[in-house]
């Protein structure tokens, strides 16, 4: 009896908890397959929180940290701390500028301008003053090197003053030197303590460049050759000679010194007639074959200061003919020097013997000559 009553129960109760599942306003059962899906939503969730986290302890990981040092091997640790670099400056260049410095503006002549030898012209230079200081009448132009071309050694920069930033114009009369080839002469400034400057920072020079074309027939060069004689009223002279002989001499001289008192540094020929009233010197050359458009040219005057009153005069002989005079110069002691030139072309086609000629007007003791640079050269 007692087990009927207990299955009733049992039957029951389940009855009652079945009917419990279908009421009302209760939650929908979770199923299986629910639970399934929820589990594995909350792994990947969590997962994902995993990584987060791993990622996050990475970046701080890469953080740079303070080196930790112990101090006096105690184990205290220090803070190290890095200095940050300093930017490195470059210094900027300041050019000092002196009192006295001159900038090159512009030239005549260019370099390599040709000219025949000992043609005369006139070069000019524009300087500007970069300097601090004021030129004035005391400052000068000075010739340092090369070929002075006949430039004085020293000449006044001006009358005037140039203040800095002003430019001036400087002006040279020079001669083409008489050997063929490239001729360079330099030049700088000098001021009012002899203190020579030139161009920019480093004083370069200004300079004169220029070509002189071939001569056909240089007589300074062969003064002394075996072709040549030298004679006067005594007979065939020696040459060279020897200064002070009564009977006339000639000597080629390196660096004649001219009549203006100019030391040339292109050689002359040194003459002085028969030391009688009237004497006179000749030197005879060699036959040459001239041709068309060519000039004899040469600078005639005394010798440096020698108290001279002569004659100049270009003889010649075609074919060893008569003598006759193609040109005659007067020359006295003036402080001056005269260039000449005589036109050829009369003597075009012809073989002719030139003949330089020096007659003494009166008394000769004094009569100390110079041809400086005779030659035939082209028109």
């Known amino acids: 009896m007692k087990k009927n ?4 129960i049992l039957i029951m109760m389940l009855s009652l908890s079945l009917a419990g599942c279908n009421l009302p306003g209760r939650a929908t059962p979770t199923t299986q397959v629910d639970l399934l899906n929820t589990a594995a939503a909350q792994t990947i969730q969590a997962q994902q929180t995993h990584i987060a986290q791993t990622h996050q302890t990475t970046l701080t ?8 040092e ?7 640790p220090t803070v190290t701390l890095e200095p940050s670099p300093t930017p490195t400056q470059t210094a900027t260049k300041t050019t000092k500028v002196e009192c006295d410095q001159a900038a090159f503006v512009s030239e005549t002549i260019p370099d390599g301008t040709n000219f025949n030898p000992g043609e005369s012209f006139t070069k000019t230079w524009t300087l500007k003053n970069s300097g601090t200081c004021t030129w004035n009448d005391e400052y000068d132009v000075v010739f340092v090197s090369g070929d ?9 920069l001006t009358t005037g003053t140039v203040a800095p930033g002003q430019s001036i114009q400087i002006e040279l009369d020079l001669i083409a ?6 001729h360079r002469g330099e030049f700088k400034l000098r001021n009012a303590d002899g203190v020579l400057f030139g161009i920019g920072e480093k004083d370069g020079p200004f300079w004169v460049e220029i070509d002189v074309e071939g001569t056909v027939y240089d007589f300074t060069n062969n003064t002394c050759s075996t072709d040549v004689e030298w004679t006067s009223g005594a007979g065939v002279l020696p040459c060279p000679g020897t200064a002070g002989d009564a009977a006339g001499w000639v000597k080629k001289i390196n660096t004649p010194t001219l009549e203006t008192g100019i030391v040339d540094d292109e050689p002359g020929i040194q003459v002085h007639p028969e030391m009688v009233n009237d004497g006179w010197i000749r030197g005879t050359f060699p036959e040459i074959a001239v041709t068309d458009n060519v000039v004899f040219k040469a600078i005639v005057g005394c010798y440096g200061a020698s108290n001279c009153d002569v004659n100049f005069k270009l003889n010649y002989k075609i074919d060893g003919g008569a003598e006759h005079t193609l040109a005659t110069w007067h020359e006295v002691q003036d402080d001056d020097f005269n260039r000449v030139e005589v036109d050829l072309s009369s003597l075009a086609g012809e073989n002719v013997q030139f003949i330089l000629y020096v007659e003494a007007n009166g ?3 004094t009569d100390e000559a110079l041809w400086f640079g005779p030659r035939i050269v082209p028109e």
């Open 177 to 182: 030197p008489i050997a063929a080839g490239t």
């Open 5 to 8: 009553i207990f299955v009733f």
């Open 363 to 365: 008394a000769s003791a």
């Open 148 to 156: 002075s071309m006949g430039a004085s050694a020293s000449k006044q």
């Open 61 to 68: 990981a890469m953080v740079p940290t303070n080196t930790l």
């Open 70 to 76: 112990p101090v006096n091997g105690e184990g205290t």
